[in-house]
Nanobody
Framework: QVPLLESGGGLVQAGGSLRLSCAAS????????MAWFRQAPGKEREFVTA????????YDSDSVKGRFTVSRDNAKSTVYLEMNSLKPEDTAVYYC?????????????????WGQGTQVTVSS
């Protein structure tokens, strides 16, 4: 029913780590560039990181660079987000998104497929 499904969110203390997963179904995963976005209450949806079709190309926002790592396993039709050194300002609903393009867009309006999101809460 839903082409993308996120999992792995939860409550973690500042400085801790979480691993998010996004499983795809009903889509040709290997033909899609993938991205992670997040949205906190009262704020617009924010670009986090993106990965190209093969997994070679990645692009991180300045806010997560050096702390988050995006990867994908095309055999499992799954994209991952490793989050380390988490901060309270990372608290948000995290969404995965997909688009049939060679390079992943930074604009959320360009993505055709979305998951329902998974909540990440970082306490101090």
């Amino acid at each position: 029913q839903v082409p993308l499904l996120e999992s792995g969110g939860g409550l973690v203390q500042a400085g801790g780590s979480l691993r998010l997963s996004c499983a795809a179904s009903g889509v040709i995963f290997k033909e899609m560039a993938m991205a992670w976005f997040r949205q906190a209450p009262g704020k617009e949806r924010e670009f986090v990181t993106a990965i190209g079709r093969s997994g070679t190309f990645t692009y991180d926002s300045d806010s997560v660079k050096g702390r988050f790592t995006v990867s994908r396993d095309n055999a499992k039709s799954t994209v991952y987000l490793e989050m380390n050194s988490l901060k309270p300002e990372d608290t948000a609903v995290y969404y995965c998104a997909g688009q049939s393009s060679i390079t992943p867009p930074l604009n959320p309006d360009e993505y055709a497929y979305w998951g329902q999101g998974t909540q990440v809460t970082v306490s101090s």
